[in-house]
């Protein structure tokens, strides 16, 4: 994060196979400094996996945005869309709906705005074998790079 956004003043807070639940139960560990111009959140992909309906993820997402609103009330939360995945295609029509959700929410939100790289990822609608890993789930450095440019343009906006 810091070679990636080196004029940035940056923490990484984030942790592997994190579902928003894990989030929530070390909230208090996790959101301990000082009040941000931005954190950047990316809710949602491992808890596909629960066997949850969109709608339960969407719910989640929006709880834990709060949950961080109230802690950080002058903060800009960004949330990133759910990425699409060679291994997780059989979600992809519920990835759809959450991003679009979540978008629609930050359209009505003052203090969350929706990054989405989603269609970024496809290739004639399926994700691009390009940007990932061979385990089909997480991406490669090019695929990072994709997202990178999407944080960066925005972090640029908001400079």
Same mark, same amino acid.
């Given at each position: $994060?810091?070679?990636?956004?080196?004029?940035?003043?940056?923490?990484?807070?984030?942790?592997?196979?994190?579902?928003?639940?894990?989030?929530?139960?070390?909230?208090?560990?996790?959101?301990?400094?000082?009040?941000?111009?931005?954190?950047?959140?990316?809710?949602?992909?491992?808890?596909?996996?629960?066997?949850?309906?969109?709608?339960?993820?969407?719910?989640?997402?929006?709880?834990?945005?709060?949950?961080?609103?109230?802690?950080?009330?002058?903060?800009?939360?960004? @949330? $990133?869309?759910?990425?699409?995945?060679?291994?997780?295609?059989?979600?992809?029509?519920?990835?759809?709906?959450?991003?679009?959700?979540?978008?629609?929410?930050?359209?009505?939100?003052?203090?969350?705005?929706?990054?989405?790289?989603?269609?970024?990822?496809?290739?004639?609608?399926?994700? @691009?074998?390009?940007?990932?890993?061979?385990?089909?789930?997480?991406?490669?450095?090019?695929?990072? @790079?994709?997202?990178?440019?999407? !944080?960066?343009?925005?972090? $640029?906006? !908001?400079?």
């Amino acid at each position: $994060l810091k070679y990636d956004f080196p004029q940035n003043n940056t923490l990484n807070l984030g942790f592997g196979g994190a579902f928003i639940s894990s989030l929530s139960k070390y909230f208090d560990r996790l959101f301990t400094f000082n009040e941000p111009k931005a954190i950047i959140l990316y809710l949602g992909g491992n808890d596909l996996s629960l066997g949850w309906n969109a709608n339960k993820i969407i719910e989640k997402i929006k709880l834990l945005i709060a949950k961080v609103h109230d802690r950080y009330p002058s903060s800009i939360i960004i @949330n $990133l869309s759910i990425k699409p995945s060679i291994e997780r295609v059989d979600h992809i029509e519920k990835i759809m709906t959450i991003n679009k959700a979540m978008s629609l929410f930050s359209e009505k939100t003052d203090f969350v705005r929706q990054i989405d790289f989603f269609n970024a990822l496809l290739k004639d609608g399926m994700p @691009n074998r390009q940007y990932f890993l061979r385990d089909g789930l997480h991406l490669n450095a090019h695929g990072y @790079n994709v997202i990178k440019k999407y !944080i960066k343009d925005y972090i $640029l906006k !908001i400079s």
